[in-house]
């Protein structure tokens, strides 16, 4: 493992930083929420139990998009903490927003790159699960090297997962599982639950994109591998 985990496989971005729109209750959501529920980084280990009030699971998903599944798995296990990694500004505020309708108070979210965040603010062996659903596939082979699941950010995973903690992995690109179950495999830290691919687990929900691409017969594959 690199010396410095924080720049494993940092030194191509997995992500293009985009300048969407924000609406407006994005935008008055952040600013009045996001002092609450947006963890500033920091280079050095959160305290978990001061952030959230209580010792409990805590669980890191590595890219939300608009965090409708991330509200939807927070509010079915209110004894689990969650932290929600996010770099573009309008899917923290579309968050932000799903946090206050539900009241969530088990869900903080860092808007900073992950590997840094992984790296620096979460402490080896602390984390019950990861959970990284859908991430960019990178279509063309030329950009497969932007992925997110490669061995050396594997390995930082798998190294701030506790034993028995779980990773799982979520796409909609069969290439991609191979290459995801494939790299997964290879990390000895960890084992696969299933051998193979896993059925998707209860607390993962179907998202609209996903609901709309099996009705056109697409495949959705998952990964749930733990930590030895």
Not at 49 to 62: C, D, H, K, S, T
Not at 87 to 116: C, F, K, T, W, Y
Not at 191 to 216: H, V
Request: hydrophobic share 45%; glycine share 10%.
């Amino acid at each position: 493992m690199p010396t410095n985990p924080a720049r494993a496989g940092h030194a191509i971005r997995s992500y293009v930083l985009r300048g969407g729109r924000m609406g407006s209750g994005q935008v008055r959501a952040l600013a009045a929420l996001g002092p609450r529920f947006v963890l500033p980084f920091q280079a050095a280990p959160i305290d978990a139990a001061a952030v959230f009030g209580r010792n409990a699971p805590l669980v890191v998903e590595i890219g939300f998009g608009m965090g409708q599944a991330t509200a939807a798995i927070a509010a079915l296990q209110p004894g689990t903490d969650f932290i929600g990694i996010e770099v573009h500004p309008p899917g923290v505020g579309a968050l932000l927003q799903r946090i206050d309708e539900a009241s969530l108070a088990n869900l903080r979210l860092v808007q900073h790159d992950a590997v840094e965040v992984l790296g620096q603010m979460i402490a080896p062996a602390s984390l019950a699960g990861v959970q990284v659903f859908f991430p960019d596939p990178w279509h063309k082979k030329k950009h497969h090297k932007r992925r997110l699941i490669q061995p050396a950010f594997v390995a930082l995973i798998a190294s701030r997962l506790a034993p028995g903690g779980h990773l799982h992995c979520a796409t909609d690109w069969q290439p991609y599982a191979e290459q995801m179950r494939a790299v997964l495999s290879a990390e000895p830290l960890l084992a696969n639950t299933c051998g193979g691919y896993a059925p998707r687990p209860d607390y993962r929900p179907l998202t609209k994109f996903e609901q709309r691409g099996l009705q056109l017969g697409h495949g959705v594959w998952d990964l749930v591998f733990t930590r030895r």
